[in-house]
T-cell receptor
Framework: GAVVSQHPSRVICKSGTSVKIECRSL??????MFWYRQFPKQSLMLMAT?????????EQGVEKDKFLINHASLTLSTLTVTSAHPEDSSFYIC???????????FGPGTRLTVL | AQRVTQPEKLLSVFKGAPVELKCNYS??????LFWYVQYSRQRLQLLLR??SRESIKGFTADLNKGETSFHLKKPFAQEEDSAMYYC????????????FGGGTRLMVKP
């Protein structure tokens, strides 16, 4: 149990386009999901906390209009990188919080490359 | 704001040798501390957390509030322990929001 999937696993897009990344909890309902960003050889940086049915909470320095988060159901959160630029190229990882257990389960990550 | 520091980016040991991956944190309250592991080409997964006081795969970690440390230890390293290890902190009552350290790559040589 406690499996989190991400789709797509990798995406290449042109500068100026928007890219949507999906995060799904496959066998449990997650009221809270998290989005992280990881640059090569660096640690995970929390971008935002995604709350089902309400607005996401963004970390300082993360542009909410650039990184749109939608958590419309208890099993799905989406991250849309709008008007992507090469500096947005990174590894994006989501996690879902197992309710009541204070534990996060991580997705496999999505590698975004913006040309 | 909280901060997690892992001073070693790379730790290389021989099989059977003891291992200690260091983690120091700064936080004014009472945090919850975790160790996550990422094996090659796999996703991040929880190794252990300080409140459970368990030994997982031979690893242990003790929270030292005086030194604000949560070092990960194993008496005899195995080759399959080679992976990336991340120390993480969750502030008390913060809905499990995690702050990660920079990570330490452990290489266990045969």
């Amino acid at each position: 149990g406690a499996v989190v999937s991400q789709h797509p696993s990798r995406v290449i897009c042109k500068s100026g386009t928007s890219v949507k990344i999906e995060c799904r909890s496959l066998d449990f309902q997650a009221t809270t999901m998290f989005w992280y960003r990881q640059f090569p050889k660096q640690s995970l940086m929390l971008m935002a906390t995604s709350n089902e049915g309400s607005k996401a909470t963004y970390e300082q320095g993360v542009e909410k209009d650039k990184f749109l988060i939608n958590h419309a159901s208890l099993t799905l959160s989406t991250l849309t990188v709008t008007s992507a630029h090469p500096e947005d190229s990174s590894f994006y990882i989501c996690s879902a919080r197992w309710p009541g257990f204070n534990e996060q389960f991580f997705g496999p990550g999505t590698r975004l490359t913006v040309l | 704001a909280q901060r997690v520091t892992q001073p070693e980016k790379l730790l290389s040991v021989f099989k059977g040798a003891p291992v200690e991956l260091k983690c120091n944190y700064s936080y004014s309250g009472s945090p919850e501390l975790f160790w996550y592991v990422q094996y090659s080409r796999q996703r991040l997964q929880l190794l252990l957390r300080h409140i459970s006081r368990e030994s997982i795969k031979g690893f242990t970690a003790d929270l030292n509030k005086g030194e604000t440390s949560f070092h990960l230890k194993k008496p005899f390293a195995q080759e399959e322990d080679s992976a990336m290890y991340y120390c993480a902190l969750s502030p008390n009552n913060a809905g499990n929001m995690l702050t990660f350290g920079g990570g330490t790559r452990l290489m266990v040589k045969p």
